[in-house]
T-cell receptor, first 115, second 116 residues
Framework: DGGITQSPKYLFRKEGQNVTLSCEQN?????MYWYRQDPGQGLRLIYY???????QKGDIAEGYSVSREKKESFPLTVTSAQKNPTAFYLC??????????????FGQGTRLTVV | AQKITQTQPGMFVQEKEAVTLDCTYD???????LFWYKQPSSGEMIFLIY??????QNATEGRYSLNFQKARKSANLVISASQLGDSAMYFC?????????????FGGGTRLMVKP
């Protein structure tokens, strides 16, 4: 079945460590996104990419990095510079076209906890 | 200023009754799209319904309908005949036609709890 796979589902990180969250899609979508969700709050955009080898910062990119070497993959690295990384991270993808009605498809999320 | 505002952090509704979840938005674009997503406790985001800024009819999808009032910049979600499985977080989101990136901007969400 087509979809977006995020792994791992739960991740624990020690302070000062970098950690990478995986996001893979087989929907043949050009655009991919990373969102952060804090408890009881909405989603905030970290990074997005509309084409391979190109990506743009979102609203809260500080302390995060991404790569887009393949169309199917958009991994997110949470670096030690991110002051408060404990959160729920959601990856999404969508078709890129001029239509505004294109829905974004989401993965199941990764819950990151700093211990 | 918040682009998407959901003023109800939590809502209760009796099973089988209808409920309205509020959403107001702020944009200077004439062309935009409004979305509602459901997030169960498992965490995934489920697309529910879409309304385009030029759509003259309110969108409907099964038990979901969108009360779109363009002049008031509101796009409220109406769920009819609530079911226990409707208990979840609900997010309103917007895509602006004049903004690069095709991304969605989300509101803070409303937690809906359906009482048996």
């Amino acid at each position: 079945d087509g979809g977006i796979t995020q792994s791992p589902k739960y991740l624990f990180r020690k302070e000062g460590q970098n950690v990478t969250l995986s996001c893979e899609q087989n929907l043949n979508h050009d655009a991919m996104y990373w969102y952060r969700q804090d408890p009881g709050q909405g989603l905030r955009l970290i990074y997005y990419s509309q084409i391979v080898n190109d990506f743009q910062k979102g609203d809260i990119a500080e302390g995060y990095s991404v790569s887009r070497e393949k169309k199917e993959s958009f991994p997110l690295t949470v670096t030690s510079a991110q002051k408060n990384p404990t959160a729920f991270y959601l990856c999404a993808s969508s078709i890129v076209n001029r239509g505004l009605n294109t829905e974004a498809f989401f993965g199941q999320g990764t819950r990151l906890t700093v211990v | 200023a918040q682009k998407i505002t959901q003023t109800q952090p939590g809502m209760f509704v009796q099973e089988k009754e209808a409920v309205t979840l509020d959403c107001t938005y702020d944009t200077s674009d004439q062309s935009y799209g409004l979305f509602w997503y459901k997030q169960p406790s498992s965490g995934e985001m489920i697309f529910l319904i879409y309304q385009g800024s030029y759509d003259e009819q309110n969108a409907t999808e099964g038990r979901y309908s969108l009360n779109f009032q363009k002049a008031r910049k509101s796009a409220n979600l109406v769920i009819s005949a609530s079911q226990l499985g409707d208990s979840a977080m609900y997010f309103c989101a917007m895509r602006e036609g004049g903004k690069a990136g095709n991304m969605l901007t989300f509101g803070g969400g409303t937690r809906l709890m359906v009482k048996p």
